[in-house]
């Protein structure tokens, strides 16, 4: 049976936040499967065990955005998605966003993690 979810656009970014299907988000946010969620910001694995403990039915690949600049992921954190058997793509909130929007509406398992811009 096919999976009816629909992943949530990311419809704007900017201003410190997010327009996330006709809904402003301010700060960070975590997409995970059909859910926008709050998110401190922090790139540890607490910050994060939602999507590092969800279904692989749910996510194959995580996108982390790092803001207005592009930062590498912290060691830590890379091997806790290497374990858990997810993919990472690190880069600039705007990049990833549109990344984001690419790979769900293609029907990929995607979650993005996004600092605001």
Do not use: K
Not at 22 to 46: K, M, Y
């Amino acid at each position: 049976m096919a999976d009816l979810r629909r992943p949530p656009a990311i419809e704007a970014y900017g201003g410190g936040g997010f327009r996330i299907e006709g809904v402003r988000h301010e700060g960070p946010v975590l997409i995970l499967a059909d859910a926008v969620l709050p998110w401190s910001g922090d790139w540890t694995t607490a910050a994060l065990a939602p999507v590092l403990s969800a279904s692989p039915a749910d996510v194959e690949v995580v996108i982390l955005g790092a803001g207005p600049m592009l930062q590498p992921a912290p060691r830590a954190l890379r091997d806790a998605f290497r374990a858990a058997g997810l993919g990472l793509e690190v880069l600039t909130s705007l990049e990833g966003a549109r990344l984001y929007n690419l790979l769900a509406s293609d029907g990929r398992r995607v979650a993005a993690a996004l600092r605001p811009v």
